[in-house]
């Protein structure tokens, strides 16, 4: 039985994506009104640089499951893992998957804040994965309605289905070239406009 190909986002990353992306518009629309078309031009830059921060940091980092593995797309790096590398998958600080080469840190799943745990029902610690459980408890990072919690909830059901067969995939980190030089270009603007 295979696993079709599954992204997983961040809710939360999303809704903070989208306040400020409206929140920059807005600025743009009130110095429009307020100083016209040439006042405008100053700050269009910075706005662009603003919502492409946003996007890369909020709304682009995702995790794709699929037959071979887990795939880790954070700001400027791609995780590549599969099902047969993993050790563990832990959700202290935020999702993450241990090899015995490295750690890898999904953005797209951050674990809740302290009170999440407070303020849980007991259904949402209950029929998760086995390797979810740790002395008989969860972790607040590990319940179903976090980020955190639903991305590993799902993974570790893939996972201990596909232990002990061999994958074709390898573990693999890569840099996105293309992110990285809309970021650079962005900040060089921001800067020459700064010294004009």
């Known amino acids: 039985m295979g696993v079709k190909m599954e992204r997983i986002s961040s809710r939360t990353g999303r809704v903070l994506a989208l306040v400020t992306g409206l929140l920059v518009a807005l600025g743009l629309i009130n110095t429009l009104i307020s100083g016209g078309a040439q006042a405008i031009q100053g700050s269009l830059a910075f706005s662009l640089l ?3 921060l ?4 909020f709304w682009q ?8 593995g887990v795939i880790i797309v954070n700001l400027l790096r791609t995780h590549q893992i599969p099902w047969d590398q ?10 993450q998957i241990v090899t015995e080469k490295a750690k890898y840190t999904a ?3 951050p674990a809740p804040g302290r009170h999440t745990g407070l303020l849980a029902s007991k259904d949402q610690g209950q029929h998760l994965p086995s390797s979810s459980y740790i002395a008989g408890t969860v972790r607040p990072g590990d319940l179903v309605n976090t980020d955190s919690g639903a991305a ?3 993974i570790r ?3 201990e289905g596909k232990r002990g067969q061999s994958q074709s995939l390898e573990e693999l980190t890569t ?5 990285l030089s809309v970021l650079l270009v962005l900040i060089f603007a921001n800067a020459v406009l700064i010294l004009i």
């Open 54 to 57: 946003s996007w890369l940091l």
């Open 107 to 109: 953005w797209s799943a």
């Open 152 to 154: 590993a909830a799902h």
């Open 50 to 52: 603003l919502i492409y």
């Open 86 to 95: 993993i050790l563990r998958i832990d959700t202290r600080w935020a999702l």
């Open 157 to 159: 059901r893939v996972w």
């Open 61 to 68: 980092p995702h995790l794709k499951v699929s037959d071979g």
């Open 175 to 179: 840099w996105s070239k293309a992110k």
